[in-house]
């Protein structure tokens, strides 16, 4: 095989998977590591992938990428209903007490299904940060909503900020569902932007049990701030289930991985 040819193919790989690994890939190609490295430097140089330790991704990849609020919301709908009724298992009909909503389109699908609870079902405490899901429930039957607030972040709606964090950090709710940009198994759970990491660091912190509501996209993707370890982390809900080191990650981690 040509370099050109295997390179296309790796670049293909790329597009489908989000990322390569290096020893993957030479054992794939019956190649040598050196080649591949070649083959991954010159696709960088030629700005169709980004090099990261043991391989490579999309150079949508980047750690800073974040898409606004609008744009996600149409994004994978389908995936993102199918993981948010798959979560709610983790609150029985029976439940009592308290849920902290994060920020975020999955968690939003969340709060759908809270506010189409039967009124005659046990009351429920939610509380949450994200001016999108507090306007959602507002008046919800079967639910007594408290919204954090403090500055607003435009791009994704939701209150951030030393108020935000103090506030949160001031609570101890039953249930936390946490959305993330990225989950990988070196660097945890991770999100561009350092003030929404310090709100989703103080969410983990406060609460007893966290769910990560994250579709399979996000899976060995690092943004720029780290806000949590898997073992931070109770259950990861995902629309498939992790491959490779993450899934290790996550059985060494004992998290638990649901998908519909």
Do not use: C
Request: no cysteine.
């Amino acid at each position: 095989m040509y370099a050109t040819e295997r390179q296309q193919l790796i670049e293909n790989l790329i597009v489908t998977e989000g990322r390569v690994v290096v020893v993957e890939l030479a054992r794939r190609f019956g190649v040598t590591t050196e080649t591949v490295r070649r083959d991954l430097d010159q696709l960088e140089t030629s700005g169709l992938v980004r090099r990261v330790h043991g391989g490579a991704v999309s150079r949508s990849r980047v750690s800073t990428a974040e898409s606004s609020l609008a744009e996600r919301t149409t994004r994978r709908g389908d995936a993102k209903i199918a993981i948010a009724r798959r979560a709610m298992d983790a609150m029985p009909a029976d439940f009592e007490g308290s849920v902290y909503l994060d920020a975020g389109t999955t968690t939003a699908e969340v709060a759908t299904l809270f506010a189409q609870r039967p009124a005659s079902l046990v009351p429920v405490e939610v509380v949450t940060h994200s001016m999108t899901i507090a306007h959602m429930l507002a008046g919800a039957p079967g639910l007594s909503l408290t919204a954090i607030g403090g500055r607003v972040r435009g791009l994704t709606a939701a209150a951030v900020g030393a108020q935000t964090v103090d506030a949160i950090s001031r609570l101890r709710p039953d249930l936390a569902f946490i959305g993330a940009n990225g989950i990988s198994a070196s660097f945890g759970l991770s999100t561009p932007d350092p003030d929404e990491a310090a709100v989703k660091r103080a969410v983990i912190a406060a609460a007893r049990r966290t769910v990560v509501v994250s579709d399979a996209e996000k899976f060995d993707a690092e943004l720029l701030v780290s806000f949590g370890a898997l073992d931070d982390v109770d259950i990861v809900v995902a629309d498939a289930p992790p491959r490779g080191l993450l899934a290790t990650a996550f059985t060494d981690a004992e998290v638990e991985v649901w998908t519909p």
